[in-house]
């Protein structure tokens, strides 16, 4: 999970990664080695979108986290959020926020 999307030059429009946790928490991102601009979705235990980071800013240090516990967090490529038209209060369809998922 460390190294995540790092090192990276190029991450067409229907790829990401998913980052889940075994529960809830609060979660730092950051941007370390990271040659391209991402859009981080924070995703709450139900499946909501609780925070989105648009366009984070490559090789960025700055911890990026939304106050409350998040189940997951999604790294897709800078400004899919917007072209999606994904917004926070949304619903994440994916097994990890079904009961009892992980």
Do not use: C, Y
Not at 14 to 22: I, N, P, S, T
Not at 69 to 91: H, Y
Request: proline share 7%; glycine share 12%.
């Amino acid at each position: 999970q460390q190294q995540g999307l790092m090192f990276v030059r190029d991450l067409p429009a229907e790829e990401g990664m998913l980052f889940v946790g075994e529960k809830s928490r609060v979660w730092g991102m950051w941007m370390k080695n990271t040659f391209i601009p991402l859009d981080m979705v924070f995703i709450d235990s139900r499946g909501r979108v609780a925070a989105i980071f648009e366009r984070t800013l490559p090789q960025s240090l700055q911890t990026l986290s939304h106050p409350k516990p998040v189940k997951a967090v999604l790294e897709l490529r800078g400004g899919e959020t917007a072209r999606r038209g994904i917004r926070v209060g949304d619903r994440v369809e994916h097994p990890a926020f079904r009961p009892g998922g992980g």
